[in-house]
């Protein structure tokens, strides 16, 4: 059974930073690709940042490029979204999810095969 395991939302100011973690039961890192979508009040879901199963690559939404980086520790199972320069448009529940089928330059498709509960940001202006 696949459980995702995300944490490390709350509560900050315009310009601020947050680091989200998500600790992955069922899956073997390395083998799928995993990593964040959010959604906002109201709006749809937005494919954030995942990390790839070849070669640590990478995919991030244009809309956090320069401002958030994804990591992982393989020995953890452990996923990382650092958050940087956070805006009050980054306000949305965040949630992890994994997808064994999935090319990591189409993360922006927001089906996944499994995903966690969320964790909400809330970015204040």
């Known amino acids: 059974e696949v459980q995702l395991q995300a944490s490390g939302g709350g509560l900050v100011q315009t310009g601020g930073s947050l680091r989200l973690s998500c600790v992955a039961s069922?899956?073997?890192?390395?083998?799928?690709?995993i990593g964040w979508f959010r959604q906002a009040p109201g709006k749809e879901r937005e494919g954030v940042s995942c990390?790839?199963?070849?070669?640590?690559?990478?995919y991030y939404a244009d809309s956090v490029k320069g401002r958030f980086t994804i990591s992982s520790d393989f020995a953890k199972n452990t996923v990382y979204l650092q958050m940087n320069n956070l805006k009050p448009e980054d306000t949305a529940v965040y949630y992890c999810?994994?997808?064994?089928?999935?090319?990591?330059?189409?993360?922006?498709?927001?089906?996944?095969?499994?995903r966690g509960q969320g964790t909400l940001v809330t970015v204040s202006s």
């Open positions: 999810a994994v997808d064994p089928n999935r090319v990591i330059s189409t993360w922006y498709v927001t089906s996944y095969e499994f």
């Open positions: 990390v790839g199963n070849v070669g640590g690559t990478t």
């Open positions: 069922g899956v073997t890192f390395g083998d799928y690709a």
